[in-house]
C-alpha cells in the first residue's frame, strides 16, 4: 500500500513539473495572453503626396512595363519600374523572407529590397525611401502562396530594415487599394482605359517580338525596331491630352453641360473611352508603329520549332532568372517561342466567375423550391443568375473585342485568344475546373488544346519551384501524355539555382521537336513539287514576302511557320504560272487571229 502511494506522489510530481515547464516555455514564447493576428494600419498615401511620392512596381515584361509607367506618368503620377529580377534578388529574398515560399515570391520581394537598398546607397536617407516611395503590386486570395505575397512584402521590408515601407495592392476580387483605403492612386476612367491599351499593347507586342526575332535578316534589328516603337507608343500614352467635355462641346451644348453635372459627367465618361479607343491620335500611333515593324526583314523559310510557353503565371512571362532566361535560351537553340499574354488570364477569370455562378446558384438563390404557380418567386429565382450572367459575358465580350481591336491595328497576325469554353472542356476529363489555385485547368486545356489543333511542336510549362497548382497540374499531365501519344511536354521547376540542369532537359525535349519539325517541312515541300531554292527566288522577286507583316494564311493541321509559309508561296507561284499561261495563249489567238484578217 505504501509503494502505491509512494508510486502516486511521484507521478503528481512530474505532471506539476512538467505543467511548470510548459507555463515557462509559454511565457518565454510569448504565449501567455495570445493575441489575435490584424492586418496592419499603415500610413496613408494621400492626394495631396502624388507630386513628390514615386510609385514602384515591376514583373512583367519590359514591353508591358514601359506602356504602364507611362499611363502612370500621364495620369500625374511619379512612376518608375524595377529592374529584372536577378539570382542576387533572389538570395535577397531568400535572406529577409519567411522559409518555404515558391520562387516568385523570393524574386519579387528581393527586387523590391534589393533596388531600396540601391537607392540608400545612392545617398537617400531611409527616412526618405519611406516617405517618397510606394509599391504597387497585384495580389490574390485562394489556397496558393500567392495570397500571402503582400504578407511577405511586408515581413521582409521589416527584416531588412524598411518597416513601414507602403505598399499598394490591385485584387482581382476589389481593385486597387492600399491597406489603408487611402485615395493616393485614384481610379479614373482615364487611368483605366489606358492600363486597358498599355495591357493589351504589351501583350500584342510581346507576341509580335517573339514571332519576328527567329526568322530576321539582320540580327539585332528587331529588338532595336521594337524598342523605337513601344518608346513611340509610351509617349502617345503618357502625353495625349485628357478628353474633357467642357473643351470639345458646341457652342449650343456648353452652357447645359456647365448646369448638369450628371450630364456632364455621362458625356465625359463616353468622350473619354472613344479617345482612348478610336482617338484620332491613338490609332495614328499605332499606324507609326505599326509601319515601323513593318520595315523588319524576314526570312520565313528558316525550319524551327514551335515551343508553346505554358506554367505560372509570373514564370511565364518573367524574362530574366526568374525562368532561367529561358526565351532567349530557347531562341539561341533554335526555336520559335509562342508566348502566352496576360489577356488570357483575365479572360479565364471572367469566365471562371460565369462558371462559379451558376454553380452557386441552387444556394444562393433567394427562394427555395416554389411552387409552379409562384410567377412571382420564380422570376426572382431567375432574374439575379441572368442579370449576373450577362454582366460578366458583356465583361468578356469586351474584353476579348478590345484585345482582338488591337491586334488588327497592329499587324493583323497576333494569335487571338484562345475560346475560354473550349480549354475548360478539354481540360475537364483530366482536370476539374473549380479546382481552385494558380492557373486552375488552364496548364492541362492548354496543352491538349495545341496539341490536338497541331499549333505547336512542343509544350513547355514553366512553373516555381513548390507550387502546389502546379503540381497538381503536373501530376494529370501523366495521364495527358498518356492519352496523346505524339505529344511532347516538359514541365521546368524554376529557381534561383540549376539553370543548367533546366537547359539540359529542354535542350533533349527540344530535340525531338526539332526532328519534328523538320520532317514535317521536308513532307511539305515535297507535296509542293517545288526546290527550296525555287521557293526562295521567288520570295526574293516579291520583296513583299519579306514583310513580317504579310499575312500566311494558316492551314489547319500544319505547325510550322515555314511550313506554313512554303504551302502559300507554291500556291502564289501556282497561281501565277496559270495566269501567264492563260495571258500567253490570249495573245498567241489574238496574233492569229490578226494575222488572219
Same mark, same amino acid.
Given at each position: 500500500?505504501?509503494?502505491? +502511494? ?16 510548459? @507555463? ?5 514564447? !510569448? ?21 513628390? &511620392? ?15 509607367? %507611362?499611363?502612370? *506618368? ?13 539570382? =542576387?534578388?533572389? *538570395?535577397?529574398?531568400?535572406?529577409? !523572407? ?57 515581413? %521582409? +521590408? ?9 505598399? +499598394? ?9 492600399? =491597406?489603408? #483605403? ?33 526568322? /530576321? ?24 491630352? @485628357? ?19 450628371? +450630364?456632364?459627367?455621362?458625356?465625359? &465618361?463616353? !468622350? ?38 505554358? !506554367? ?21 537553340? #533554335? ?57 460578366? %459575358? =458583356? ?24 475560346? *475560354?469554353?473550349?480549354? %475548360? /472542356? ?45 503540381? *497538381? ?23 534561383? /539555382? ?40 521567288? &520570295? ?16 489547319? #493541321?500544319?505547325? #510550322?511557320? @515555314? ?21 500567253? &495563249?490570249?495573245?498567241?489567238?489574238? =496574233? ?6
Amino acid at each position: 500500500m505504501d509503494t502505491k +502511494l509512494v508510486q502516486m506522489d511521484q507521478d503528481q510530481e512530474i505532471q506539476q513539473r512538467l505543467s511548470a515547464e510548459r @507555463a515557462r516555455l509559454r511565457r518565454l514564447a !510569448g504565449l501567455e495572453q495570445p493575441k489575435h493576428f490584424h492586418r496592419p494600419i499603415e500610413r496613408a498615401f494621400t492626394a495631396e503626396e502624388r507630386s513628390r &511620392v514615386t510609385i514602384l512596381f515591376g514583373g512583367f515584361t519590359w514591353k508591358h512595363e514601359d506602356l504602364i509607367r %507611362a499611363v502612370f *506618368q500621364g495620369c500625374g503620377y511619379s512612376c518608375e519600374k524595377l529592374p529584372v529580377p536577378n539570382v =542576387a534578388a533572389f *538570395q535577397i529574398g531568400k535572406e529577409y !523572407g519567411n522559409n518555404g515560399q515558391c520562387n516568385p515570391t523570393y524574386f519579387t520581394v528581393g527586387n523590391l529590397v534589393q533596388y531600396l537598398q540601391f537607392l540608400e546607397s545612392q545617398g537617400i536617407p531611409r527616412q526618405k525611401i519611406l516617405d517618397n516611395y510606394v509599391f504597387f503590386t497585384a495580389g490574390s486570395c485562394g489556397p496558393c502562396r500567392f495570397g500571402m505575397y503582400e504578407a511577405e512584402y511586408r515581413f %521582409a +521590408l521589416k527584416n531588412a530594415g524598411f518597416d513601414g515601407f507602403r505598399v +499598394l495592392l490591385f485584387k482581382d476580387s476589389d481593385g486597387i487599394k492600399a =491597406a489603408s #483605403g487611402a485615395p493616393g492612386l485614384k481610379f479614373t476612367i482615364d487611368f483605366g482605359f489606358g492600363m486597358l491599351n498599355a495591357m493589351h499593347l504589351g501583350d500584342v507586342i510581346n507576341d509580335l517580338i517573339y514571332q519576328i526575332r527567329p526568322f /530576321e535578316v539582320n540580327k539585332g534589328e528587331t529588338e532595336r525596331v521594337f524598342r523605337e516603337a513601344v518608346g513611340g507608343l509610351a509617349e502617345d500614352l503618357k502625353n495625349r491630352d @485628357a478628353f474633357e467635355i467642357e473643351k470639345c462641346a458646341p457652342a449650343w451644348l456648353k452652357p447645359k453641360v456647365e448646369k448638369n453635372k450628371i +450630364l456632364r459627367n455621362t458625356l465625359n &465618361v463616353f !468622350g473619354k473611352m472613344h479617345e482612348h479607343l478610336w482617338g484620332k491620335d491613338y490609332l495614328t500611333a499605332l499606324d507609326a508603329a505599326t509601319e515601323k515593324l513593318n520595315s523588319i526583314d524576314v526570312d520565313r523559310t528558316r525550319v524551327k520549332p514551335l515551343v508553346k510557353i505554358t !506554367g505560372e503565371f509570373w514564370a511565364q512571362i518573367t524574362e530574366g532568372a526568374g525562368n532561367f532566361n529561358m526565351f532567349d535560351f530557347l531562341e539561341g537553340e #533554335g526555336a520559335q517561342i509562342m508566348v502566352e499574354p496576360i489577356a488570357t488570364w483575365v479572360a479565364y477569370l471572367l469566365n471562371q466567375a460565369k462558371a462559379h455562378a451558376r454553380a452557386k446558384w441552387p444556394v444562393n438563390r433567394p427562394y427555395r423550391n416554389p411552387e409552379w404557380y409562384e410567377f412571382k418567386k420564380r422570376w426572382a429565382n431567375d432574374v439575379g443568375l441572368r442579370k449576373k450572367l450577362i454582366g460578366l %459575358a =458583356a465583361g468578356h465580350s469586351l474584353w476579348n473585342y478590345f484585345y482582338h481591336r488591337t491586334i488588327k491595328h497592329v499587324g493583323g497576325i497576333t494569335h487571338h485568344l484562345v475560346p *475560354q469554353k473550349e480549354l %475548360a /472542356e478539354m481540360a475537364h476529363p483530366f482536370y476539374n475546373r473549380f479546382t481552385r489555385g494558380g492557373e486552375g485547368h488552364l496548364e492541362v486545356g492548354k496543352n491538349v488544346y495545341y496539341t490536338v489543333h497541331k499549333l505547336c511542336h512542343m509544350v513547355l510549362a514553366l512553373k516555381p519551384f513548390g507550387c502546389m497548382p502546379s503540381s *497538381q497540374s503536373d501530376g494529370v499531365q501523366s495521364a495527358v501524355v498518356n492519352r496523346f501519344k505524339d505529344m511532347i511536354f516538359l514541365p521546368i521547376e524554376t529557381s534561383g /539555382e540549376g539553370e543548367g540542369n533546366a537547359h539540359s532537359r529542354v535542350q533533349m525535349a527540344l530535340g525531338e521537336a526539332k526532328v519534328k519539325a523538320k520532317a514535317e517541312f521536308e513532307t511539305v515541300l515535297k507535296s509542293t513539287g517545288k526546290t527550296l531554292e525555287q521557293i526562295r527566288e521567288y &520570295v526574293s522577286e516579291h520583296p513583299e514576302l519579306k514583310r513580317p507583316f504579310y499575312e500566311v494564311p494558316h492551314r489547319p #493541321g500544319i505547325t #510550322g511557320t @515555314a511550313a506554313q509559309f512554303v504551302l502559300h508561296v507554291s500556291d502564289r507561284i501556282d497561281t501565277t504560272s496559270r495566269f501567264w499561261k492563260r495571258s500567253r &495563249v490570249r495573245g498567241i489567238r489574238v =496574233a492569229a487571229t490578226a494575222g488572219g484578217d
